[in-house]
């Protein structure tokens, strides 16, 4: 499994706030009516999709609990900002 759960709530943090907006365009009495139409199929483009990833993080971590998915732990090595890692310049 690529995703991870904290790569997972983040998409989730992020299509919530999507579908919260989305809901607003779908609700202004100020705009028309396809444009309301059209905000109205991508709410629910986005809410199939908040669906989606809230399951799939369920899913993670029910594994998690039940010790039948354990998660590796990728390691960061930053190389910029380090001068061990500058190839001199060369003239």
Avoid at 1 to 20: F, H, N, P, Q, R
Avoid at 37 to 49: G, W
Avoid at 50 to 62: I, K
Avoid at 69 to 74: E, F, L, S, T
């Amino acid at each position: 499994m690529a995703e991870t759960i904290g790569s997972l709530a983040d998409k989730l943090s992020i299509v919530e706030l999507k579908v919260y907006h989305m809901r607003e365009q779908v609700e202004r009495r100020d705009a028309d009516a396809a444009h309301r139409a059209r905000c109205a199929d991508r709410l629910a483009v986005l809410e199939t999709q908040r669906d989606d990833l809230a399951a799939e993080l369920s899913q993670l971590w029910r594994g998690v609990e039940e010790g039948s998915y354990r998660p590796k732990v990728y390691r960061q090595f930053k190389m910029y900002n380090d001068p061990r890692y500058r190839i001199p310049e060369t003239k």
